[in-house]
């Protein structure tokens, strides 16, 4: 894949995709002047600019569909929590038996995690990336509170923020696959 190429991929994400060809040509006229590196701030700007718009922009709009998101995927969590603790009790405390269980838990997590993508991605056409990124936010800040009372209780911190990043790419992954999906109906579809 071309750098252009990447670069429309990537804006399309948060734009029509004949604006984001468009803008990338303009970058791509002056990249020989200012730099691969400039070229690819300014693609990431513009992406983070876009989802920070629309999610400031419309608070309550965002809030309204990060909300349900989030109990949705708390709820996908808390069921895994409680299967993970019937485990513990069962074989699951032998080494044997434990790596399976864990791989397993993980990958339904992950997956979990796509599918609220999918269904908040649904919800919000258009906007798919910046209703994700309304409900990371609030899910990183459920996060952060979890480790400061934990920290308080003199626990110390836990892996669960590494664990946070790579579900909020399976999530963003997840509104990717609608957004991409919506594209390609609405440029398959021709008037008579």
């Known amino acids: 894949m071309t750098k252009a190429r990447a670069a429309e991929w990537l804006l399309s994400q948060v734009l029509p995709p004949d604006r984001a060809a468009s803008t990338v040509g303009d970058w791509m006229e002056d990249i020989g002047q200012r730099g691969s590196i400039w070229f690819w701030s300014c693609v990431l700007r513009t992406v ?102 934990s920290f308080q209780q003199g626990v110390p911190a836990s892996y669960i923020n590494l664990m946070g990043v790579a579900h909020d790419v399976a999530l963003f992954a997840g509104a990717i696959w609608i957004r991409r999906r919506f594209l390609r109906a609405a440029t398959s579809w021709k008037p008579h």
Request: charged share 10%; proline share 4%; with cysteine.
């Open 48 to 149: 983070i600019a876009h989802v920070w718009s629309d999610v400031a922009g419309s608070p309550s709009t965002m809030a309204g569909l990060a909300l349900p998101g989030y109990t949705r995927y708390s709820l996908g969590v808390v069921g895994m929590a409680v299967l993970t603790d019937a485990l513990r009790m069962s074989h699951y405390r032998h080494a044997i038996y434990r790596w399976p269980f864990e791989l397993g838990l993980h990958l339904t997590w992950f997956s979990w995690a796509f599918q609220t993508g999918l269904w908040l991605a649904r919800r919000a056409p258009g906007r798919e990336l910046s209703a994700c990124a309304a409900l990371s936010l609030i899910g990183w800040a459920a996060l952060l509170g979890q480790e400061l009372t």
